[in-house]
C-alpha cells in the first residue's frame, strides 16, 4: 500500500515536471510572423436566398453575407448614411425639401427634384433618383425601401407614382420595373474592402442595375467575373468550405480613400496629387476646395500661384496620420467611451459599464459622430456629436506665449478662421440654372482658378468668407469660414399650388431646339453675334432676356414662373494647418481692411434684379449685406452687426471726426489766443511786475504729475496707433497693445496713490471750491483770459501754495481727474477684463460700446493737454508755472491784492491759535 | 554751492525708470534664436605665396621642404593625424585578444578590397610621397608629407603613382597655389573614393563641388560652406571619423550638428519628441545620391569576362557587376556612434550569409543610440574556402589580377606582399558594409514628414528596429 502510494506519487511528480518543463520549453517560441494579421475570418457569401454565391452563381447579399455574424438589420437602422433622410420624408413639405437627407432635400448643384406623390409634373422618381446619385449613395434605405416603408420590388407598378415612374427624355412617363433591376441594399464592402471597385459600381446604379451594384463592387479582385451570362464567382478565392479567403478578400476598418469614395478628394500615395476644378464627383471638394491629403502643397500636380513656398502639407491631421473615423467614429464603438461617458452622473469619471468589443462587433451603430455643417442636415440629432478641435487640443496651452487675449479671441473666433487660411483647390461660386448650356447643364462658375484646368490654369486658390457660427453644443457663436456658393433657378406654381424649380427638362425645352439654342433666344442672348453663346452671353442680365425665357417657359404650360436665387454656405473644417502656418499677424484682422470683413464673389454675373438669399434652417447666419458692384454680386460681412468690435478695424466715424473737430478746435483757439497775446505785449511795453520765488509744488506732487503726464501722452499715442494701425504699419500692434496696458496699469496706480496722498495730506482741499462767489470768480477768470491778459491786467487769482487752482482751474481738474480720468479708466479696465469676464460684453453693449466711448474720452484727454499747456504759459512768465512744476520753486507776482490777502490769511490762522 | 544736477533730474529719471522697466517686463518676447552661423569657425585671410616661394622644385620633398622652413611644426602634425597613418589608433574588441588597429593601412573593405600591396594606385590619395609594395613605409620621414594634395590650387596639382606629384606638374605653380583647404583638396579623394565619382559614400560626391541649395543646404545654400566650416581643424587635426574605419569613436572627435545646432527645438513639441530616438540626419537627409549615382552592389565574382562590354554603371572586366543607384531612401538602423563589429583581416566568414565589414553598434534599448541613415553597399568578394577568411588580391601592377585576369596570381601576390596565407581554394562570400550618411542636408521644408515614416506608405520598417508596430499606435521606445 505504502509503496504504491510512493510510486504514484513519484509517477505524478515526473508527470508534473515533464509537463512543467515542457511547457517551459514551449515558451519562448516567437510568434509567426509571416502569417498576414488577418482579424477577419474567412466568410461565405450568400445571396439574397442564403446559398452561397458559389453554387447559386447569384449576386452576393450583403445583409445576408455580413449578416451571418452582425445585425446588419440594426447596422441598416443605424446609418444615416443609408437612410439619406427617407424616415422623415414628408410629401406635404412647404419648401422643395421633402427631407433633410440626399433623398428629398433639394440640391440646386445637382438640381434635378424629387417628386412627391401626385405632383403635376414628374421630375425625379425614386429610381431615376438612384441612378443620378448612386455615386453617392451606400444602399440600403430609399434604395430599397419606399417612402411609405414597403420594400420597393413590392410597390404596384404606376405611372403616376413617381417611386415606379421614370421621365423619359422625349418629355413622357414610363413605368419602372423594380424587380427587374433589384434594388440595392447597404453596400459594406464600399467602406470595409481597401480596394472596393467603386467605379463598376457606379456604373451599374447608372445603368440601372441596381441588384448587381453591390457584386459589382467586388469586380476585378479575383473575387468575381461578369460575362454575358451573369456572375462568374471564381473558386480560387474560395477554400474548401466554401469561404471567400481572407487574404482575397479582406475586410478592414474604414480609411479615409474609402470615405472619399462619395465625399472628395483624398490622396495617400506620394505621386503628384492632381484635381479637376469643381468636379462634382468629388462634391466635398467641389463644393469647398478642401483635399485630404499629407503630400505638400508644393509637390502636387496643380499649377499653384506662388506654389514654391508652399511647403506644408494639405491637411495637417492626414500629415500625422489621423483617419476621418478618428473624429468622424461610430458612437458605441468601445474605443470610443470616452466621448460617451459625458453624459455620466456627475461624481462619475468613467463608468466601466461599457460594450465590450465582441458586443459591439456584432451591433457596430453606424449613425456616425458627425459635426455641425451648413450643408448637411440628415441627422439633425447627430449634430456636433463627433470629435472638435478642442477634443483634443488645449488653447490655452498651444496659444501660451503668443497670442495675447486668448481667451477674447476664443470666445468670437472658430479655430478654423485662422487654421484653415487659405483654400488651394477651386470650389463652385456659382450655379446658374436660369440659363442651359448646349448640353442643358447650368452655367457654372468656379473660385480659386483662372480658367478651368488645374494642371495648366493658373490655380489662385480662394480664402473663404466668414460667417456667423453658432454651436449646437455650447451655443456660442463664432466666426468661422464658409464658402458661399450662390444659384439661381426658376421657379413655377403648378397645379395643385406647389412651388417647384423648373424641371431640367421644360428648362431645355425653353432653350434648345433640336439640340442647338432657338432663334429667339440665341438673338436675344447672343450679344457679340457670332452665332453662339459663351459662357459670358449666358445670363439674363436684363428684363427683357427674363421675359423672353417666362414667356417660353409660360408656353410650356408652367404658371406664374420667376428667377429665385439662394445662397448656401459650406462648411470648411479640413485642410488645417499648424501653428507656423496659420494665420498669427494681428494687422490680419486689426486693421483697416480685416480679414473678419473680407468680402467673397457670389456671382460675377446675375439675373437682373435678383438678389439671392441665404439659406434659413441652418446654425449660420449671414448678418452681413448682398451688394451689387457693375452686375456683380458680394456678400459683405458686417462684423459690427455681430456684437463685435475688432480693434484698429471698427470705429464710430462721429466720434472720431467729433474728437479731432474739438482736437484741432483746441489747437486753433489756444493759437489764436496766443498770437493775440504776442501781438498785444510787442506793440506795449512790457510792465515788469514784481515777483517773489514761491515753493509751490511738493516733491511727491510733481512726480505724481510728470509721471501721470508722461503716461497720458504715451498712452494717447500707443491708443492711437491701435486705433488706426492702417496709419502706423511701423508699429507692432502687439507691442503697441502691450504698452498701452502696461501704461495704463502704471497711470491707475499712480493716480489711487495720490490720491491717498492728497487725503492723508490734506492737498485734497485743493480740489475742493468754496462755493461762496466761486461762480463769480469763474467768471472773472474766464474775463481775464478773454479780455485782461491781452491788457496786461493782473490775474485776478493769485497763485499760492495754499491755493494753486484758480475756479477755472479747480472745475477743469475736478471734471478731467475726478469724471473722465475714472471712466476712461473704467471703460480701458473693462475692454482688457471682457477676455476672462465674459458676462461684460453683454453690460451696456459690451465692447461696441465701450471701445468708441474710450476713443471718446481719448479725444478730450487730448484736448485737455493742448489748453492745459498752453494755460501753463499764462504765469508771470510764459515759463515760469513749467519752471514751477519741474522744480517746485515759482516766480509768483506780488500785487496789492496779494498782500491784503495773506494778511487775511495770517489773521485767521492767528485766530485758529 | 550749485549742484552739478538738479535734484529734479532724480525724479525724472524715477519716472523714466518706473515707465520703461515695466514694460519690458511685460513685452513679449521673441524668442532669441541661436544663429547657427554664428558658430562658423573664422576664417583668416590667407597669405598669397606667390612672392614667397621661389626657386625650382623638381620632387615633391623640395616643395616639403620649402614649406618647411616656415611651418616648422607643420610635418609633424600632419604625421599624427590618420590622413598620414592610414591607420586608427588601437582598439581592444572583444573578439580578438591584442588591441587591433583598423585603416586602409592594414585592412579591407568590400569595394576594391585592400590597398596593401595595391599601393601603386591607392596611394594616390595617402597624403604623403613614395609609400611603394615591398618596403615597410617610413613613417617618420617629415619631407615625405604632401603638403600641395591639401594645400594647393587643384588646377595646378594632381597626385600620381605612389603618392609622387603626378607627372607634368609644374610644381613651383602648384606651391605658389597653396591656400587654405578648398572642397576641391578634400573632394578628389573623398568624393572619388573607391576609384570614381560617388562610388563609396552616398552622401559624397564629385555634385558637391558646384552645389545647389536643394543638394546640399549647408554647402548650396547662402553661407557657401566649406568642408572645413564643419570638419573643424586646429594643428592639421581634423575634426569626423570615419565609422568604417574605426571600432569606436570618441564623440568628442566627431562632426555633429550640435556645432552649430545648439538649440534643436522646432516648435513643435511632436517633432521635438522625436529627437530622443531619431537623429537629424534622419529627416533631413531623406534621400541618397541625389544628383550623381552611387554604387550599391559590387559582385566580384563576375570580373574578367572574356568579350563582355564595359560599361561604367554595370560592368567592368577588371572588377565585376555593379549596381548604381540614385535617389534612394537610406537604410534605417538604430546606431550609437561605433561599431559593433568591424572585420579583422583573418576573421571569420560566414559561408551561407553575410558577412559585415562593419555593422554599426545600437539597438531599440540603447538609450545612446538612434534611429540614423546609412548606404548599405552589399558584396560579394573573395575569400579563402579552407582557411575561412577573406581574401585581399592583388589587383594593381604587372602580376595584379587587373593585368592577368588570374584570381590565383592576384591571392599569391597578396600572400608574398602582405603575408596574408593562401590555400589554392577561393570562393565567393557575400560582405555587407554600412556607411553613415551625413551630407546633402535637406532644409526643413524638404526633410521627412510624418507620413514618411508612420502609417500604411511609411518607409520604416518597425518590427526590425524593435517595434512591436508603428510607435505612433504603439509608442516609442521606453
Known amino acids: ?913 | 554751492m550749485k549742484q552739478r544736477f538738479p535734484t529734479w533730474t532724480l525724479g525724472l529719471i524715477g519716472i523714466i525708470l518706473l515707465i520703461l522697466i515695466p514694460v519690458f517686463y511685460f513685452l513679449p518676447r521673441s524668442e532669441a534664436k541661436n544663429n547657427p552661423a554664428g558658430y562658423l569657425p573664422a576664417k583668416a585671410v590667407h597669405v598669397d605665396h606667390t612672392d614667397i616661394i621661389n626657386g625650382e622644385f623638381t620632387t615633391g620633398q623640395e616643395v616639403t621642404r620649402a614649406c618647411l622652413e616656415c611651418h616648422e611644426d607643420a610635418a609633424a602634425q600632419v604625421m599624427a593625424t590618420t590622413h598620414w597613418t592610414w591607420e586608427s589608433k588601437e582598439f581592444d574588441v572583444p573578439w580578438r585578444d591584442e588591441p587591433v588597429t583598423i585603416g586602409k593601412a592594414n585592412q579591407i573593405n568590400n569595394f576594391c578590397i585592400s590597398s596593401q600591396g595595391n599601393q601603386k594606385r591607392c596611394m594616390t590619395c595617402h597624403v604623403g610621397y613614395g609609400w611603394e609594395e615591398y618596403e615597410e613605409y617610413d613613417y617618420t620621414v617629415q619631407e615625405n608629407v604632401d603638403c600641395l594634395a591639401c594645400h594647393a590650387d587643384m588646377s595646378a596639382y594632381a597626385k600620381g603613382e605612389y603618392g609622387e606629384p603626378a607627372e607634368g606638374v609644374d610644381l613651383l605653380a602648384a606651391a605658389q597655389s597653396v591656400r587654405a583647404p578648398s572642397r576641391d583638396n578634400c573632394g578628389t579623394c573623398h568624393f572619388d573614393g573607391g576609384g570614381g565619382n560617388g562610388v563609396k559614400h552616398g552622401d559624397l560626391d564629385e555634385s558637391l563641388y558646384f552645389p545647389s541649395e536643394s543638394l546640399d543646404v549647408h554647402m548650396g545654400g547662402k553661407l557657401d560652406m566649406l568642408c572645413t566650416d564643419c570638419h573643424w581643424t586646429e594643428n592639421h587635426q581634423i575634426l569626423g571619423r570615419m565609422l568604417t574605419d574605426n571600432y569606436t569613436i570618441d564623440p568628442q572627435e566627431q562632426v555633429s550638428c550640435e556645432q552649430c545646432h545648439v538649440d534643436q527645438q522646432h516648435g513643435d513639441e511632436r517633432i521635438d519628441i522625436h529627437l530622443a530616438a531619431v537623429a537629424c540626419q534622419t529627416c533631413h537627409i531623406p534621400a541618397l545620391a541625389l544628383e550623381d549615382p552611387t554604387k550599391t552592389y559590387w559582385d566580384w565574382s563576375q570580373a574578367g569576362q572574356e568579350g563582355r562590354e564595359d560599361d561604367h554603371f554595370t560592368y567592368l572586366k577588371i572588377k565585376g557587376e555593379f549596381t548604381y543607384d540614385k535617389n534612394f531612401a537610406p537604410t534605417y538602423l538604430w546606431f550609437n556612434g561605433n561599431n559593433e563589429y568591424r572585420y579583422l583581416l583573418g576573421d571569420p566568414v560566414n559561408e551561407n550569409g553575410v558577412t559585415y565589414i562593419n555593422k554599426p553598434a545600437g539597438s531599440i534599448t540603447d538609450q545612446n543610440a538612434k534611429i540614423f541613415p546609412f548606404k548599405l553597399h552589399v558584396a560579394k568578394q573573395p575569400y579563402d574556402t579552407n582557411y575561412n577568411y577573406l581574401l585581399a588580391p592583388i589587383t594593381a601592377g604587372e602580376d595584379g589580377y587587373w593585368t592577368t585576369f588570374d584570381w590565383e596570381s592576384g591571392f599569391q601576390l597578396a600572400q608574398e606582399r602582405m603575408g596574408l596565407p593562401y590555400s589554392g581554394q577561393y570562393g565567393f562570400a557575400t560582405t555587407y558594409m554600412y556607411w553613415p550618411t551625413t551630407h546633402m542636408v535637406q532644409s526643413a521644408d524638404k526633410a521627412l514628414q510624418c507620413d514618411s515614416c508612420h502609417g500604411k506608405e511609411g518607409r520604416m520598417d518597425w518590427e526590425a528596429l524593435g517595434y512591436p508596430g508603428d510607435p505612433i499606435e504603439w509608442g516609442g521606445r521606453k
Not at chain 1, 484635381?275 to 468629388?282: E, G, L, R, S, V
Open chain 1, 1 to 913: 500500500m505504502k509503496r504504491y502510494t510512493l510510486l504514484t506519487l513519484i509517477g505524478l511528480t515526473i508527470l508534473a515536471l515533464a509537463i512543467g518543463i515542457g511547457t517551459a520549453l514551449a515558451a519562448p517560441t516567437p510568434a509567426p510572423t509571416t502569417q498576414a494579421s488577418v482579424l477577419h475570418p474567412n466568410f461565405i457569401l450568400l445571396d439574397a436566398n442564403g446559398a452561397n454565391v458559389l453554387e447559386s452563381g447569384n449576386t452576393v447579399s450583403t445583409m445576408q453575407t455580413c449578416g451571418q455574424c452582425h445585425d446588419t438589420t440594426f447596422i441598416a437602422e443605424h446609418a444615416f448614411h443609408s437612410d439619406l433622410g427617407l424616415n422623415v420624408y414628408d410629401a406635404n413639405a412647404e419648401s422643395f425639401n421633402t427631407s433633410n437627407g440626399l433623398f428629398g432635400e433639394w440640391d440646386p448643384i445637382t438640381y434635378r427634384f424629387l417628386s412627391p406623390a401626385n405632383d403635376e409634373r414628374l421630375d425625379l422618381g425614386t429610381a431615376e433618383w438612384l441612378m443620378l446619385n448612386g455615386a453617392r449613395v451606400v444602399g440600403g434605405g430609399p434604395a430599397t425601401t419606399s417612402r411609405g416603408g414597403e420594400a420597393l420590388a413590392d410597390l404596384p407598378a404606376s405611372k403616376s407614382n413617381p417611386e415606379t415612374a421614370i421621365l423619359n427624355e422625349d418629355g413622357s412617363v414610363s413605368t419602372w420595373d423594380w424587380e427587374k433591376s433589384g434594388t440595392m441594399e447597404m453596400n459594406c464592402f464600399l467602406c470595409h474592402l481597401e480596394s472596393p471597385n467603386n467605379e463598376a459600381r457606379v456604373k451599374a446604379i447608372q445603368a440601372g442595375e441596381f441588384g448587381n451594384a453591390n457584386t459589382a463592387t467586388l469586380l476585378g479582385l479575383n473575387v468575381v467575373g461578369k460575362n454575358s451570362e451573369g456572375w462568374s464567382w471564381n473558386a480560387d478565392a474560395f477554400n474548401e468550405l466554401g469561404e471567400i479567403k481572407s487574404e482575397i478578400l479582406r475586410i478592414q476598418d474604414p480609411t479615409n480613400s474609402n470615405c472619399a469614395a462619395c465625399h472628395g478628394e483624398v490622396h495617400a500615395d506620394a505621386t503628384p496629387l492632381t484635381i479637376d476644378a469643381c468636379d462634382f464627383d468629388y462634391p466635398q471638394t467641389a463644393t469647398t476646395g478642401q483635399v485630404i491629403s499629407a503630400q505638400r502643397i508644393n509637390q502636387s500636380g496643380l499649377n499653384l500661384a506662388g506654389k514654391n513656398d508652399l511647403t506644408r502639407p494639405w491637411d495637417i491631421h492626414a500629415q500625422r496620420q489621423l483617419e476621418c473615423t478618428d473624429c468622424h467614429f461610430a458612437p458605441n464603438n468601445p474605443a470610443h467611451v470616452l466621448e460617451a461617458q459625458e453624459s455620466n452622473p456627475s461624481h462619475l469619471l468613467y463608468d466601466p459599464r461599457k460594450l465590450e468589443i465582441d458586443e459591439y462587433l456584432e451591433r457596430p451603430d453606424h449613425n456616425f459622430a458627425r459635426g455641425a455643417s451648413a450643408q448637411f442636415n440628415v441627422a439633425p440629432e447627430l449634430k456636433s456629436t463627433m470629435r472638435r478641435c478642442e477634443s483634443c487640443h488645449d488653447t490655452n496651452k498651444s496659444h501660451a506665449g503668443w497670442l495675447p487675449y486668448n481667451d477674447r479671441h476664443m470666445q468670437v473666433i472658430a479655430c478654423e478662421t485662422c487654421h484653415v487660411p487659405q483654400m488651394y483647390a477651386p470650389a463652385y461660386s456659382t450655379i446658374d440654372w436660369t440659363v442651359v448650356r448646349i448640353d442643358g447643364s447650368a452655367r457654372t462658375e468656379c473660385r480659386g482658378i483662372e480658367g478651368s484646368d488645374t494642371a495648366t490654369d493658373l490655380v489662385t486658390g480662394y480664402q473663404a468668407v466668414l460667417m456667423q457660427r453658432t454651436d449646437i453644443v455650447d451655443g456660442k457663436t463664432l466666426f468661422a469660414p464658409y464658402n458661399l456658393i450662390t444659384s439661381f433657378y426658376w421657379v413655377y406654381e403648378d397645379a395643385n399650388g406647389s412651388q417647384r424649380p423648373v424641371r431640367q427638362a421644360d428648362l431645355e425645352a425653353a432653350y434648345l431646339t433640336n439640340g442647338k439654342y432657338s432663334a429667339d433666344v440665341l438673338s436675344a442672348l447672343d450679344e457679340n453675334g457670332d452665332g453662339k453663346l459663351s459662357e459670358d452671353e449666358l445670363t439674363l442680365d436684363t428684363e427683357s432676356k427674363q421675359q423672353l425665357i417666362a414667356g417660353k417657359l409660360e408656353a410650356l404650360g408652367l404658371s406664374n414662373v420667376r428667377i429665385e436665387g439662394q445662397v448656401q454656405p459650406y462648411s470648411i473644417n479640413h485642410n488645417v494647418v499648424d501653428s507656423k502656418s496659420a494665420t498669427r499677424d494681428c494687422a490680419a484682422c486689426h486693421n483697416a481692411e480685416s480679414r473678419v470683413t473680407a468680402p467673397i464673389l457670389l456671382a460675377s454675373s446675375a439675373p437682373a434684379g435678383v438678389t439671392p438669399e441665404f439659406v434659413s434652417d441652418v446654425n449660420v447666419t449671414a448678418t452681413g449685406s448682398i451688394v451689387n458692384e457693375g452686375g456683380a454680386l458680394y456678400y459683405n460681412p458686417v462684423n459690427e452687426n455681430d456684437k463685435t468690435y475688432i480693434f484698429g478695424h471698427n470705429r464710430v466715424p462721429w466720434i472720431d471726426w467729433g474728437g479731432a473737430l474739438l482736437f484741432v478746435g483746441t489747437l486753433m483757439g489756444v493759437a489764436g489766443h496766443a498770437t493775440i497775446r504776442f501781438v498785444v505785449a510787442r506793440r506795449r511795453n512790457r510792465q515788469t511786475t514784481a515777483t517773489k520765488p514761491v515753493y509751490m509744488y511738493e516733491a511727491y506732487e510733481r512726480f505724481w504729475h510728470w509721471l501721470q503726464t508722461v503716461a497720458i501722452v504715451i498712452l494717447l499715442t500707443t491708443g492711437l496707433i491701435i486705433h488706426r494701425p492702417d496709419l502706423f504699419g511701423a508699429f507692432s500692434f502687439r507691442n503697441i497693445v502691450t504698452v498701452h496696458n502696461v501704461l495704463a496699469a502704471l497711470l491707475a496706480i499712480n493716480a489711487l496713490v495720490s490720491i491717498l496722498w492728497h487725503v492723508i495730506s490734506g492737498e485734497i482741499q485743493q480740489y475742493i471750491p468754496h462755493p461762496y462767489g466761486f461762480i463769480d470768480q469763474m467768471i472773472a477768470q474766464a474775463k481775464y483770459y478773454i479780455q485782461g491778459i491781452f491788457n496786461q491786467e493782473p490775474h485776478p487769482f493769485h497763485k499760492s501754495k495754499q491755493r494753486k487752482f484758480n475756479p477755472l482751474q479747480m472745475v477743469t481738474y475736478i471734471g478731467l481727474l475726478g469724471v473722465l480720468l475714472p471712466l476712461q479708466g473704467l471703460t480701458g479696465m473693462m475692454m482688457w477684463l471682457v477676455q476672462k469676464v465674459p458676462a461684460i460684453q453683454d453690460w451696456f453693449g459690451g465692447l461696441p460700446f465701450l471701445a468708441p466711448m474710450h476713443t471718446l474720452m481719448a479725444w478730450l484727454f487730448a484736448s485737455f493737454i493742448v489748453a492745459h499747456v498752453y494755460l501753463t504759459t499764462t504765469g508771470a512768465t510764459p515759463l515760469e508755472a513749467m519752471r514751477g512744476m519741474i522744480t517746485g520753486w515759482e516766480e509768483v507776482e506780488v500785487s496789492e491784492h496779494d498782500s491784503e490777502v495773506r494778511k487775511k490769511e495770517a489773521k485767521k490762522e492767528s485766530k485758529k491759535k
